[in-house]
C-alpha cells in the first residue's frame, strides 16, 4: 500500500527545508483548513434555514393572493396583479408557457410547497420554463375556469455581505500573523543555541546563552552554558598541565647543558648538545602553544601592517635569510600585532626552513578582505596531509632530518592564532612546486 509518508520522503523538494517554514506550513494550512470547513458548514446551514423559512413564506402568500384573484370579478383581476407580485414570483393570467417537469431541486422544492399551499382546491401542474435562468410555472384553473399561470424564478437564499471576503481575509491574516509569530517562538533559541556553538571557538569566550525565556529553552540554554563551562575548565586544567611540565623541565634541561658545555669535545658531546637544543626549542614552543591557548589575548588595535610587513622583512634581511615582499596594503587595519607576526613569523620560517626562501605577497581581493600569502618553491606537502599539519606535533616524515629539525607546532600556533583574530589560515600547494600558506583577514 503507498502512503503519504515514504511519497513525501522520496520527493523531498517539495517539502522545505527548515523547520520554521514546516511548521508554519503545517499550523497554517491545518487551521486554514478548519477554517474553511466551519465556514462552509455555516453556509450550508445558513441557507437551508433561510430555505425553509422562504417555503414557508411562498406556500402562504401563493395560497391567500390565489384565493383572492379567484373572488375577484374577471375584469379586475389585472389591477392586481402588480400588487400580488414578489420578487420571486408573479401572477400572469393565461395558460403560460409548458416546459418539461422542473428538475432543479430548488424549483422541484417551491414547485412542491406551491402545491402544498393551494393543491387542496385546485388542481396544479408545473413545469420548468427553459432559458438561462432558473424559473418555472405553476398552471391552475380559477372556480371561473379561468387559467392562471404563476411564473416564478426562484431565489437561492440570501446573498452574502459585502464585507464579508474582508473580513474572511482579515481572519486569513491573523492567522498567518499567530502562525508565524508562534513559529518563530519555537524556533529562535534553536538559531540562538546553534549561533553560540559555533562561536565556541579556541579562546573558549562563546556566547552565554540567556537563562529566561520558556522553560525547555532556559532548560537547554542552562545545560549548554554549563557545558561550556565544563570544556572551558577542561581545556584550562590540560593546558595548566602542559604549560607546568614544559616550564619545570626548562631548569634540569639549562643544568644539563651547563654540565655538557663543561664535558670534553668529542663527537658525542656535539651530539649531547644537539639533543638538548631539540630539546629546549620543544619546552619552548610547549610553552609559547599553551601560552596562545590559554587566551593570552591580546587586545586587537589600530596598526599599519606595511610598516609591520617591512620590519618583518628587514629582520629576515638583516639574518641573511632570503625573503622579498611584493604588493602593498595601504590602509590601516584593525588586528592583534603580535600574534599576526607571530603567524607570519611561523609561517616564514617554514618556507625558508623547507624552500630556502620566502617571498610574500599582500593581495586585497575580494573587497573587505586582506591575503597576505607566505610562497615557497620548496617541496609542498601531499594533499592528503595539508589539513593534518595544522595538528600539533604533527610533522610529515620526510621533513623529520637534523637539518628541518622542529617540534611541529609552527602551524598548530599559526591557527590557532588566526581562529582567535577571526582570520583564515590555509596551505595550497602551487603550481609549478612549493607551497602557498594565504592568511585571509578581515578588514
Ligand atoms: N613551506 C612548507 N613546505 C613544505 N612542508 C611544510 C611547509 N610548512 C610546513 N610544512 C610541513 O608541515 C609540518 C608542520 O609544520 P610546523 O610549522 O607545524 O612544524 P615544524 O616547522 O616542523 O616545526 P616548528 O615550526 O614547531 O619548529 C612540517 O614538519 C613540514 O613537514
Ligand atoms: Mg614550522
Known amino acids: 500500500m503507498k502512503t503519504a509518508g515514504p511519497a513525501a520522503l522520496a520527493n523531498p523538494a517539495r517539502w522545505p527545508r527548515s523547520l520554521f517554514a514546516r511548521l508554519a506550513l503545517i499550523l497554517f494550512v491545518g487551521l486554514a483548513a478548519s477554517q474553511a470547513a466551519s465556514f462552509w458548514l455555516t453556509m450550508t446551514e445558513r441557507n437551508q434555514a433561510t430555505m425553509n423559512v422562504m417555503m414557508g413564506y411562498i406556500e402562504r402568500e401563493v395560497a391567500s393572493s390565489v384565493a383572492l384573484l379567484d373572488r375577484l370579478p374577471a375584469a379586475e383581476r389585472p389591477d392586481w396583479l402588480p400588487r400580488l407580485a414578489r420578487r420571486s414570483y408573479r401572477f400572469v393570467l393565461g395558460p403560460g408557457i409548458a416546459g418539461a417537469a422542473p428538475d432543479a431541486t430548488l424549483s422541484a422544492r417551491v414547485a412542491a410547497s406551491i402545491a402544498e399551499g393551494i393543491g387542496t382546491s385546485y388542481e396544479v401542474t408545473a413545469n420548468a420554463v427553459p432559458g438561462e435562468r432558473e424559473r418555472l410555472q405553476v398552471h391552475l384553473r380559477l372556480s371561473d375556469g ?108 639549562t643544568r644539563m647543558r651547563l654540565r655538557v658545555d663543561l664535558m670534553d669535545e668529542g663527537p658525542q658531546h656535539v651530539k649531547l648538545q644537539q639533543d638538548l637544543r631539540e630539546m629546549e626549542t620543544l619546552v619552548k614552543e610547549g610553552v609559547a602553544y599553551a601560552r596562545t591557548l590559554h587566551g593570552a589575548a591580546e587586545v586587537p588595535c589600530r596598526i599599519d601592517p606595511d610598516a609591520l610587513l617591512d620590519s618583518m622583512l628587514a629582520d629576515y634581511l638583516d639574518a641573511g635569510h632570503d625573503v622579498s615582499l611584493q604588493g602593498k596594503v595601504g590602509a590601516a587595519l584593525v588586528a592583534r600585532p603580535q600574534a599576526l607576526r607571530r603567524v607570519l613569523g611561523n609561517l616564514i620560517d617554514n618556507a625558508l626552513k623547507f624552500g630556502g626562501a620566502a617571498e610574500i605577497a599582500v593581495d586585497a581581493v575580494p573587497a573587505g578582505t586582506l591575503a597576505i600569502s607566505v610562497l615557497d618553491r620548496g617541496p609542498g606537502i601531499p594533499a592528503e596531509s595539508l589539513e593534518a599539519v595544522f595538528e600539533p606535533f604533527v610533522r610529515i616524515e620526510t621533513s623529520r632530518n637534523r637539518n628541518t629539525g622542529g617540534t611541529g607546532l609552527g602551524l598548530a600556533i599559526a591557527r590557532q592564532l588566526t581562529l582567535a583574530m577571526d582570520a583564515g589560515l590555509s596551505l595550497h600547494n602551487r603550481a609549478g612546486g612549493g607551497l602557498e600558506a594565504r592568511l585571509v583577514l578581515k578588514r
Open 146 to 253: 379561468a387559467p392562471l399561470t404563476i411564473d416564478i424564478t426562484p431565489m437561492p437564499g440570501i446573498p452574502l455581505s459585502r464585507w464579508l471576503p474582508l473580513l474572511l481575509a482579515l481572519q486569513l491574516a491573523v492567522l498567518g500573523a499567530c502562525c508565524w509569530y508562534a513559529v518563530r517562538q519555537a524556533t529562535r533559541p534553536l538559531h540562538q543555541l546553534a549561533r553560540a556553538a559555533d562561536t565556541l571557538g579556541p579562546d573558549l569566550k562563546a556566547e552565554r546563552l540567556p537563562e529566561d525565556g520558556p522553560s525547555e529553552v532556559a532548560r537547554a540554554a542552562r545545560a549548554f552554558n554549563a557545558m561550556q563551562d565544563r570544556i572551558a575548565s577542561y581545556v584550562t586544567e590540560r593546558l595548566q598541565i602542559l604549560a607546568a611540565i614544559s616550564h619545570d623541565l626548562q631548569t634540569p634541561i
